[in-house]
């Protein structure tokens, strides 16, 4: 799948149902320091479940380019 945008929330959602799982074992793996996702604060991410596969993408997207980061 390849990923040429993060623009739109649909863009999002077809990377969060292509990666789900990896996405879903990275937010597993930092339960303990979840202020990553909290630092986004969008309580609006609960609307409906695109809202979160959207912001699950965009903390996939931040954990990956801090850890990447020189």
Known sequence: MPLS????TSDTVCIFD???DEIWAMAVGD???FELIA???RSDVLAD???FKNLMVWYACEK????TAP
Request: glycine share 10%; with cysteine.
């Open 5 to 8: 945008s993060i623009s739109y």
């Open 39 to 41: 630092g986004f604060k």
């Open 49 to 51: 479940f695109d809202c």
């Open 64 to 67: 990956l380019a801090q850890e």
């Open 31 to 33: 339960a303990e320091e």
């Open 18 to 20: 292509g990666f789900a």
